[in-house]
């Protein structure tokens, strides 16, 4: 894993930090490889309930891509291919599809590739400080699409082109108006929301967390349930954890699921 990715698993949450405070958080490319990793290896993690993805520091979660390597990592378009499509979109994939629930915690600057890492979260907490967008026609490059199809999937095609037209900043207001966040915080807030909200989820039966997340993604997809798959909803009837909940729900106590 990359040193400027840092992972903390404690009581079920894994805590995973962009970790480049010089750069304001800017990722790079071995960050990106990092991130990939970090990811795979909580969801791969029975014990672990829930993610929570920050920066280092407060002054930002992520100011985008680290662009002073872009010279030598995107410097042919073979280069920014494997830029693109290995690198950044491993990284976005691995977060997307975690089987695991994510939590975006954001203080400070959410920009470009932030942006991206931050829409491909379940959940997005930010401070009313924080600022959102993707400045890039300012630099003269555009988006990738594999990376714009992220954000159209998250706020639509008239919320991303004014993004990427204007390259406006958004404050935290406007985004959580936009549809980019799931809720505002005060600054010094962020990370408690976000521990309280991983709190819940972990208090919650593990399997039927993984099961929203399948559930919601496959009913994204468009086509009609088959009979299999309307049979497969049902599975939750054959684990210890429905017992226990509705054992726990019968005599008014507080469920202990296992995940089982």
């Given at each position: 894993?990359?040193?400027?990715?840092?992972?903390?698993?404690a009581?079920?949450?894994?805590?995973i930090a962009?970790n480049?405070?010089?750069?304001?958080?800017a990722?790079?490319?071995?960050m990106?490889r990092?991130l990939?990793?970090?990811?795979?290896r909580?969801?791969d993690d029975?014990s672990?309930?829930?993610?929570i993805?920050?920066?280092a520091g407060?002054e930002?979660?992520?100011?985008?891509?680290?662009?002073?390597?872009?010279?030598?990592?995107?410097?042919?378009v073979?280069?920014?291919l494997?830029?693109?499509?290995e690198l950044?979109?491993?990284?976005?994939?691995?977060?997307?599809?975690?089987?695991?629930?994510?939590?975006?915690?954001?203080?400070?600057a959410?920009?470009?590739?932030?942006?991206?890492?931050?829409?491909?979260?379940?959940i997005?907490?930010?401070?009313?400080?924080?600022?959102?967008?993707?400045?890039?026609?300012?630099l003269g490059?555009?988006?990738?699409?594999g990376e714009m199809?992220?954000?159209?999937?998250?706020v639509?095609p008239?919320?991303?082109?004014?993004?990427l037209?204007?390259?406006?900043?958004l404050n935290?207001?406007?985004?959580?108006?936009?549809?980019?966040?799931?809720?505002?915080?005060?600054?010094?807030?962020?990370?408690?929301?976000a521990?309280a909200?991983?709190?819940?989820?972990?208090?919650?039966?593990?399997?039927v967390?993984?099961?929203?997340?399948?559930?919601v993604k496959?009913?994204?997809g468009?086509s009609?349930?088959?009979?299999?798959?309307k049979?497969q909803?049902?599975?939750?009837?054959?684990?210890?954890?429905y017992?226990e909940?509705?054992d726990?729900f019968l005599?008014?106590?507080t469920?202990?699921f296992?995940?089982?």
């Amino acid at each position: 894993m990359d040193s400027n990715i840092s992972l903390d698993c404690a009581e079920g949450v894994a805590t995973i930090a962009l970790n480049n405070p010089a750069k304001l958080n800017a990722v790079n490319a071995a960050m990106w490889r990092g991130l990939s990793a970090a990811i795979r290896r909580v969801a791969d993690d029975p014990s672990i309930r829930c993610v929570i993805l920050r920066g280092a520091g407060d002054e930002a979660f992520a100011a985008g891509g680290d662009i002073e390597e872009f010279l030598t990592v995107r410097a042919t378009v073979d280069d920014a291919l494997h830029y693109h499509e290995e690198l950044v979109a491993g990284a976005l994939e691995a977060v997307r599809n975690c089987a695991v629930p994510t939590v975006a915690a954001i203080r400070g600057a959410c920009i470009g590739g932030g942006l991206e890492i931050a829409g491909c979260c379940d959940i997005r907490i930010a401070g009313e400080s924080s600022r959102f967008g993707a400045p890039i026609n300012r630099l003269g490059f555009s988006m990738y699409p594999g990376e714009m199809a992220g954000l159209l999937a998250l706020v639509g095609p008239a919320v991303v082109l004014e993004i990427l037209l204007e390259g406006r900043i958004l404050n935290a207001r406007e985004a959580l108006q936009k549809g980019l966040l799931s809720r505002v915080v005060d600054d010094g807030k962020v990370f408690d929301e976000a521990a309280a909200c991983a709190a819940r989820i972990c208090a919650g039966a593990p399997l039927v967390a993984r099961w929203h997340k399948q559930w919601v993604k496959r009913l994204m997809g468009g086509s009609p349930l088959s009979a299999a798959e309307k049979r497969q909803a049902f599975d939750f009837l054959a684990t210890d954890d429905y017992r226990e909940g509705l054992d726990a729900f019968l005599n008014k106590r507080t469920p202990r699921f296992t995940g089982r």
